[in-house]
């Protein structure tokens, strides 16, 4: 499972560790940490594989004067096969990271391309939260390692308030904030395909924990329709998507406001991380709606 995808996660990450551990000793090869999908020319998902230990997905696009990276990863193994599969493919420099969100699943590998070269970007909520917010992941008293590691989290070079665009020669990349999964979340945009961090998963429950409703409502509506609308989504979690599976995932998220426990069952139990994350994401609506949601706050 995902360090920043739940709760109780320590004893997960360390049941992971040690199967990876037994693999090992039995001389099982570790699984692949992602499947590479060219969505379009020169531009590429790549969707971590479950029980990996890639914890999400990631994806880069190759212009002509450089490469731009979207999220690193959960592990510094997973990110350093990327920059390798990213070697198969360009001789180009890698110029830029872009970091969706301060999540640890999405940053853990930063410092493989910043040794590589490139600019870690990101909202600027991410610089303020990657040292302080992650720590919640692993419960209220983190062990010192866990501690260690969320401080040796690769920061952001640059941050921007709203977006950026960048040019990677005739190849223009839209970087654009959107509300809704933290308060710090970016989109990466080039012609008709959106990566979209966490603001959409496919087909997988999400991680509601810093999550506000409406916004993420107005911003999946954003996605499908009106001038910024898609027709690739590269999600945070769970394959490459449609504009019908946006949907679907939008349904999810109003149903979550008003469905009964079963009514949600029926519908939705076939989805990934079912069983792990309907709970918190019921007590995370409830919590919104009393007003007591505990969200990280801008500067903290
Ligand atoms: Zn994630």
């Not at 594989?49 to 880069?60: E, K």
């Not at 590589?116 to 909520?125: D, V």
């Not at 209220?140 to 640059?158: E, F, I, N, S, Y």
């Not at 590269?234 to 490459?240: C, D, K, N, S, W």
């Amino acid at each position: 499972m995902d360090a920043a995808d739940g709760a109780g996660v320590a004893g997960i990450s360390l049941r992971w560790a040690l199967a990876l551990a037994l693999l090992a000793a039995f001389g099982v090869a570790q699984k692949p940490y992602f499947a590479l999908h060219e969505v379009a020319p020169g531009v590429f998902a790549a969707i971590g594989t479950p029980g990996s230990g890639a914890g999400s997905n990631a994806g880069f696009i190759i212009g002509d004067n450089g490469v731009l990276v979207i999220d690193t990863f959960q592990k510094v193994e997973a990110a350093r096969a990327l920059l390798a599969a990213i070697r198969e493919k360009t001789a180009l420099p890698v110029r830029f990271v872009v970091n969706t969100h301060y999540h640890l699943d999405h940053v853990t590998g930063n410092q493989v391309f910043a040794d590589a070269g490139a600019t870690i970007i990101a909202q600027r909520n991410v610089r303020a939260w990657i040292h302080t917010e992650n720590l919640k992941f692993f419960g209220p008293h983190p062990a010192p390692a866990a501690q260690a590691t969320v401080a040796g989290l690769r920061a952001p070079d640059l941050v921007y308030d709203d977006g950026v665009e960048i040019d990677l020669g005739r190849r223009r990349v839209e970087v654009a904030v959107r509300l809704g999964h933290t308060g710090g979340d970016s989109v990466v945009r080039t012609g008709d395909v959106l990566f979209t961090g966490d603001l959409f998963w496919r087909h997988s429950l999400p991680n509601l924990i810093d999550e506000t409703t409406a916004p993420l409502l107005t911003t999946l509506r954003g996605f499908t329709s009106g001038s910024q609308a898609a027709t690739v989504f590269v999600p945070g979690h769970g394959e490459v998507g449609t504009a019908a599976d946006v949907g679907e995932f939008r349904g999810y998220i109003e149903d979550l406001q008003r469905d009964t426990p079963t009514e949600l069952a029926a519908k939705y139990s076939g989805w990934s991380g079912y069983s792990h994350f309907i709970g918190p994401n019921l007590a995370d609506v409830a919590a919104e709606r009393s007003g007591t949601k505990k969200l990280p706050r801008p500067g903290a």
